[in-house]
Nanobody, 116 residues
Framework: QVRLVESGGGLVKPGGSLRLSCAASGFAFSSYAMSWYRQGPGKERELVANTTNIGVGTNYADSVKGRFTISRDNAKNTLYLQMNSLKPEDTAVYYC?????????WGQGTQVTVSS
């Protein structure tokens, strides 16, 4: 059974940091490109960052470049998102996504709230 379980969300003040994790199981994690998406209140889901199956290539949304870092540990079947200098507009539910060919898997999401 494919599972993607996000963790690490919470309430943080502007300028603070959080590290999200996505634990994967039930599929060949190291074969899949991995991404983080987010959906803010009243907004559409958007791509935050993605990485290739071996973590060599990464892409970021312009809004998070220089503040967020995506990484993965294929030995631990885990995807990470280090978020620094957080802003109120980063408030959203953050989702982990795994994609390979026509296979497309999603986690349930973790809430990140940036507020003073």
């Amino acid at each position: 059974q494919v599972r993607l379980v996000e963790s690490g969300g919470g309430l943080v003040k502007p300028g603070g940091s959080l590290r999200l994790s996505c634990a994967a199981s039930g599929f060949a994690f190291s074969s899949y490109a991995m991404s983080w998406y987010r959906q803010g209140p009243g907004k559409e889901r958007e791509l935050v960052a993605n990485t290739t199956n071996i973590g060599v290539g990464t892409n970021y949304a312009d809004s998070v470049k220089g503040r967020f870092t995506i990484s993965r540990d294929n030995a631990k079947n885990t995807l990470y998102l280090q978020m620094n200098s957080l802003k109120p507009e980063d408030t959203a539910v953050y989702y982990c996504n795994a994609r390979y060919s026509i296979q497309d898997h999603w986690g349930q999401g973790t809430q990140v709230t940036v507020s003073s």
